[in-house]
C-alpha cells in the first residue's frame, strides 16, 4: 500500500507571491490534515478536510486555504506569502486512532 | 484544549545506554497517545500509540511507553540505544474535536547517541 505522498518537495517563492501543495493520502483514507513545522513554533494544526469538508481548522490566517477533492486529495494553498511562512509544510490521512505523515513540502521564501 | 509538554529539548546519551524522554499531557477529556520519530528531511514516523487497555505500550524499534493517568505521563523508553536511534522525537496527543480530529504536539526532544 503506498503511502501519503506531497509534492513538491521543496519550493522556494518570493514574499508576495502564492503557493499550492498537493497531498495524495494512502489509499481508502478520505481524512487529510496539514500542518506547518518551524523551528520557532514547532509542530501546529492547519486544518483538516473529510470528504471534501473542512472539518477542523487551527488558528492561522485567511491566507492559508485548502480544499479536497473527490478522489480525498488535497491541496493546501497559501496567498501573499510572508518569509514566516517558511516551513516544513506535513500532509497526514487516516483517523482518529493513528495519522501517517507524507515526507512533507520544504517551502523557503525569499 | 489539551496540551503537551517534553520538558527535555535535547538528551545526549551513549551507545547501549538505555533511554527516556519524558512526556505529560493536559487535557479534560480522553485522549489518544502517540509518540512519533523524526529523521532529518523527513515526515514523522508513528514509533507506538496508546488508545486503551494495557498501559504498557510496544512499538517499533524497541521502544515502549507506559501510560499513568494519574500523572498524565507517557514517557517513551529504550532500554539500549543504538547511534540510528538519533533523531528527534515528537509527543502528542489526539482528541476527537467537534466532528474531527486535531493532533496537539510537544515541542520535540532531540536524541543524540553518542559513541
Known amino acids: 500500500k503506498a503511502g501519503v505522498t506531497q509534492t513538491p518537495r521543496y519550493l522556494i517563492k518570493t514574499r508576495g507571491q502564492q503557493v499550492t501543495l498537493s497531498c495524495s493520502p494512502i489509499?481508502?483514507?478520505?481524512?487529510v490534515s496539514w500542518y506547518q513545522q518551524t523551528p520557532g513554533q514547532g509542530l501546529q494544526f492547519l486544518f483538516e478536510?473529510?470528504?471534501?469538508?473542512?472539518?477542523n481548522k487551527g488558528n492561522f490566517p485567511g491566507r492559508f486555504s485548502g480544499r479536497q477533492f473527490s478522489n480525498s486529495r488535497s491541496e493546501m494553498n497559501v496567498s501573499t506569502l510572508e518569509l514566516g511562512d517558511s516551513a516544513l509544510y506535513l500532509c497526514?490521512?487516516?483517523?482518529?486512532?493513528?495519522?501517517?505523515f507524507g515526507p512533507g513540502t520544504r517551502l523557503t521564501v525569499l | 484544549a489539551q496540551s503537551v509538554t517534553q520538558l527535555d529539548s535535547q538528551v545526549p546519551v551513549f551507545e547501549e545506554a538505555p533511554v527516556e524522554l519524558r512526556c505529560n499531557y493536559s487535557?479534560?477529556?480522553?485522549?489518544?497517545l502517540f509518540w512519533y520519530v523524526q529523521y532529518p528531511n523527513q515526515g514523522l514516523q508513528l514509533l507506538l500509540k496508546y488508545l486503551s487497555g494495557s498501559t504498557l505500550v510496544k512499538g517499533i524499534n524497541g521502544f515502549e511507553a507506559e501510560f499513568n493517568k494519574s500523572q498524565t505521563s507517557f514517557h517513551l523508553r529504550k532500554p539500549s540505544v543504538h547511534i540510528s536511534d538519533t533523531a528527534e522525537y515528537f509527543c502528542?496527543?489526539?482528541?476527537?474535536?467537534?466532528?474531527?480530529?486535531?493532533?496537539?504536539f510537544g515541542t520535540g526532544t532531540q536524541l543524540k547517541v553518542e559513541l
Open positions: 489509499s481508502g483514507h478520505r481524512s
Open positions: 497526514a490521512s487516516g483517523g482518529l486512532n493513528e495519522q501517517f
Open positions: 487535557s479534560s477529556v480522553s485522549v489518544y
Open positions: 502528542a496527543v489526539n482528541r476527537f474535536t467537534g466532528g474531527g480530529n486535531k493532533l496537539t
Open positions: 478536510y473529510f470528504s471534501e469538508t473542512q472539518r
